[in-house]
C-alpha cells in the first residue's frame, strides 16, 4: 500500500508517474517553463493517456545543470500546481528544496520526489508533518558534477545501504512506512554499467519490500546502448520501462505513458505482472 495524501494505491499493479518538465533546459527537450498555459495542457494530456500520477520538476538535474534559484522555481510550478488541483491523480513535486516543499504541499502536491532524499536541512521536517507521499532517490555527488568519474564498490550494495539509512531516518522522524517510495537514482552518479547492473539487480536494491520507482526514460544511458538522439529513444525507453517492472518496480517514472501503458497492457496480459 502507497499513500500520498488523500489518495492511496494497492501496488497490484506498476504504476505509470507521468512526467512534466517545468524548466527551460531539460535533457529531454521538453521543457515548458515560459508557458504555463502548455505546461498544464501537457499535464492534462498526460491523465488523459493513463498516468496514475504526475511528476513536475523545475529544476533541471540533468548532469551539469546549474543550480536554479529558489524565486525561479517556485515561479515556474506553482502556478501548473494551482491550475491541477482536482485534476483526480496525485501531483508529485520533484525538488529538494525544503521552502519549494512547504509551498508546494500547501498548494496541494501529494508527494515530494526528493533527489537527495531528505538530505538537505529542514527538508525531512518539511514533510514529516504532512501525509504527503515521498520518494527517497539515491544520488552519488550532486548534479553539476556526478557524471564526472563516480566510483562504487558495489553499486547495487552502495545504493541499498544508502537507501536502508534514508528510510531509518525518515522512519524515526515519523514519516510511516506507507508513504515512501525509494528510487535507486539510474543516471544519477552512475556509468553505464552502474546502470544496467542496478536494472539487473533491482529487486536487490529495496528496504523492507517498500516500493521501488524506476526512471529511466530517454536517459543517457539509453542513447549509449542504442546510439540514438534523446528525440529517437521512445522505444528503448518503453523497453526498459518493462524491463523494470518484470524486475520488481511499482512505479515507473516516464515521458511517453501512453506506449508505456500499452507494453505493460500487453505483459499483464501474459498474468506476469
Known amino acids: 500500500m502507497l499513500r500520498c495524501g488523500a489518495f492511496s494505491f494497492s501496488l497490484d499493479r506498476p504504476l505509470i508517474m507521468g512526467i512534466v518538465n517545468l524548466t527551460p533546459d531539460s535533457f529531454s527537450g521538453d521543457g515548458l517553463a515560459n508557458d504555463t498555459e502548455r ?42 500546481l494551482k491550475a491541477l488541483q482536482g485534476c483526480g491523480v496525485p501531483i508529485s513535486v520533484d525538488t529538494y528544496k525544503p521552502e519549494v516543499m512547504r509551498a508546494a504541499l500547501a498548494a496541494g502536491a501529494s508527494m515530494i520526489n526528493d533527489i537527495y532524499a531528505l ?101 543517457t544511458m539509453l542513447g549509449a546502448i542504442t546510439g540514438r538522439a534523446v528525440a529517437d529513444r521512445l522505444s528503448a525507453s518503453v523497453a526498459a520501462a518493462l524491463l523494470a517492472a518484470q524486475r520488481g518496480a511499482h512505479i515507473l517514472r516516464v515521458h511517453d505513458v501512453s506506449e508505456t501503458r500499452d507494453a505493460l497492457a500487453v505483459w499483464r496480459a501474459l498474468g506476469n505482472a
Open 39 to 80: 505546461a498544464i495542457a501537457h499535464a492534462h494530456h498526460q491523465i488523459a493517456a493513463g498516468a496514475d500520477m504526475l511528476d513536475l520538476g523545475a529544476e533541471s538535474s540533468r548532469p551539469g545543470a546549474i543550480p536554479t534559484s529558489l524565486e525561479d522555481e517556485l515561479a515556474r510550478l506553482l502556478p501548473v
Open 119 to 219: 538530505r538537505m536541512p529542514g527538508a525531512l521536517e518539511a514533510v514529516a508533518a504532512s501525509d504527503c507521499g515521498v520518494c527517497l532517490m539515491h544520488m552519488q555527488g550532486e548534479p553539476l558534477t556526478m557524471q564526472q568519474a563516480p566510483v562504487y564498490a558495489d553499486v547495487v550494495s552502495d545504493v541499498h545501504e544508502f537507501l536502508t539509512g534514508r528510510v531509518r531516518e525518515c522512519l524515526a522522524a515519523g514519516v510511516s512506512a506507507d508513504r515512501l517510495v525509494l528510487d535507486p537514482g539510474f543516471g544519477f552518479g552512475k556509468t553505464l554499467e552502474h546502470n544496467l547492473e542496478l536494472l539487473r539487480r533491482l529487486d536487490e536494491c529495496g528496504v523492507e519490500d517498500l516500493p521501488l520507482l524506476a526512471g529511466m526514460s530517454r536517459k
